[in-house]
Protein backbone atom coordinates (compact mmCIF):
# COMPACT_ATOMS: atom_id res chain seq x y z
CA UNK A 1 0.00 0.00 0.00
CA UNK A 2 1.77 3.10 -1.25
CA UNK A 3 1.05 6.86 -0.35
CA UNK A 4 1.13 9.65 -2.86
CA UNK A 5 2.89 12.09 -1.09
CA UNK A 6 5.01 9.11 0.28
CA UNK A 7 5.30 10.45 4.12
CA UNK A 8 5.60 8.17 6.62
CA UNK A 9 2.07 6.47 8.45
CA UNK A 10 2.68 4.69 11.92
CA UNK A 11 -0.92 3.25 11.43
CA UNK A 12 -0.87 0.94 8.12
CA UNK A 13 -3.42 -0.97 7.71
CA UNK A 14 -1.75 -4.08 6.89
CA UNK A 15 0.61 -5.68 9.44
CA UNK A 16 3.32 -6.63 7.03
CA UNK A 17 3.53 -3.45 5.40
CA UNK A 18 3.46 -1.55 8.85
CA UNK A 19 7.06 -0.30 10.04
CA UNK A 20 8.30 0.05 13.90
CA UNK A 21 9.35 3.79 14.39
CA UNK A 22 9.42 4.67 10.36
CA UNK A 23 10.30 8.34 11.41
CA UNK A 24 12.92 9.13 13.83
CA UNK A 25 15.53 10.96 12.87
CA UNK A 26 19.27 9.67 12.80
CA UNK A 27 20.78 9.50 15.95
CA UNK A 28 24.34 11.55 16.75
CA UNK A 29 26.38 9.59 19.65
CA UNK A 30 28.90 11.71 21.14
CA UNK A 31 32.34 11.13 21.13
CA UNK A 32 34.70 10.25 24.01
CA UNK A 33 35.93 13.47 25.78
CA UNK A 34 39.74 14.00 24.88
CA UNK A 35 42.12 12.46 27.60
CA UNK A 36 43.83 15.23 29.76
CA UNK A 37 47.65 14.81 29.61
CA UNK A 38 48.97 15.10 33.54
CA UNK A 39 52.09 16.82 34.69
CA UNK A 40 54.29 14.84 36.42
CA UNK A 41 54.20 16.09 39.84
CA UNK A 42 50.76 15.81 39.72
CA UNK A 43 50.93 11.75 39.06
CA UNK A 44 54.01 11.55 41.83
CA UNK A 45 51.50 13.15 44.15
CA UNK A 46 48.58 10.48 43.32
CA UNK A 47 50.81 7.52 44.00
CA UNK A 48 52.32 9.20 46.78
CA UNK A 49 49.02 9.34 48.54
CA UNK A 50 48.27 5.50 47.02
CA UNK A 51 51.27 4.34 48.87
CA UNK A 52 49.92 6.19 52.28
CA UNK A 53 47.03 4.41 51.69
CA UNK A 54 47.96 0.99 51.44
CA UNK A 55 50.67 1.67 54.57
CA UNK A 56 47.43 2.94 56.43
CA UNK A 57 45.53 -0.12 55.41
CA UNK A 58 48.41 -2.68 56.41
CA UNK A 59 48.56 -1.24 59.72
CA UNK A 60 44.88 -1.43 60.32
CA UNK A 61 44.70 -5.00 59.52
CA UNK A 62 47.74 -5.76 61.89
CA UNK A 63 46.32 -4.17 64.56
CA UNK A 64 42.70 -6.05 63.42
CA UNK A 65 44.75 -9.48 63.37
CA UNK A 66 46.29 -8.85 66.61
CA UNK A 67 43.20 -7.53 68.35
CA UNK A 68 41.64 -10.68 66.96
CA UNK A 69 44.05 -13.34 68.04
CA UNK A 70 43.76 -11.42 72.04
CA UNK A 71 39.89 -11.82 71.70
CA UNK A 72 40.11 -15.64 71.00
CA UNK A 73 42.85 -16.19 73.63
CA UNK A 74 40.41 -14.42 76.02
CA UNK A 75 37.51 -16.49 74.89
CA UNK A 76 39.39 -19.86 75.18
CA UNK A 77 40.03 -18.84 78.58
CA UNK A 78 36.03 -17.86 79.67
CA UNK A 79 35.26 -20.94 78.13
CA UNK A 80 37.87 -22.81 80.16
CA UNK A 81 36.62 -21.07 83.58
CA UNK A 82 33.35 -22.02 81.83
CA UNK A 83 33.82 -25.23 81.70
CA UNK A 84 35.92 -25.92 85.11
CA UNK A 85 32.93 -24.42 87.07
CA UNK A 86 30.34 -26.52 85.34
CA UNK A 87 32.28 -29.86 85.61
CA UNK A 88 32.48 -28.17 89.84
CA UNK A 89 28.95 -27.32 90.22
CA UNK A 90 28.42 -30.98 88.94
CA UNK A 91 30.62 -32.90 91.59
CA UNK A 92 28.86 -30.71 94.12
CA UNK A 93 25.54 -31.24 93.65
CA UNK A 94 26.20 -35.15 93.68
CA UNK A 95 28.18 -34.57 96.82
CA UNK A 96 25.35 -32.72 98.56
CA UNK A 97 22.48 -35.46 97.18
CA UNK A 98 25.26 -38.08 98.79
CA UNK A 99 25.50 -36.24 101.68
CA UNK A 100 21.50 -35.59 102.02
CA UNK A 101 21.08 -39.11 101.40
CA UNK A 102 23.44 -40.47 104.09
CA UNK A 103 21.71 -38.03 106.52
CA UNK A 104 18.57 -39.13 106.05
CA UNK A 105 18.98 -42.79 105.46
CA UNK A 106 21.28 -42.30 109.23
CA UNK A 107 17.35 -40.83 110.96
CA UNK A 108 15.68 -43.58 108.66
CA UNK A 109 17.91 -46.18 110.32
CA UNK A 110 17.73 -44.65 113.52
CA UNK A 111 13.71 -44.84 113.66
CA UNK A 112 13.97 -48.57 112.09
CA UNK A 113 16.24 -49.42 114.96
CA UNK A 114 14.06 -47.75 117.63
CA UNK A 115 10.69 -48.92 116.20
CA UNK A 116 12.31 -52.81 116.18
Do not use: W
Not at 103 to 114: K, Q, R, Y
Request: charged content about 20%; some cysteine; glycine content about 6%.
Amino acid sequence: MEYADSKCNAYDTYASEAKLYPCLPPVVVPSAPELIRVEGSAQSYRLQKINEIQKEIATERDKHANLSKKYHRAVRIVAGVDNALVVSSMVLDATGIGVLSTIIAVAIATEGAAFG
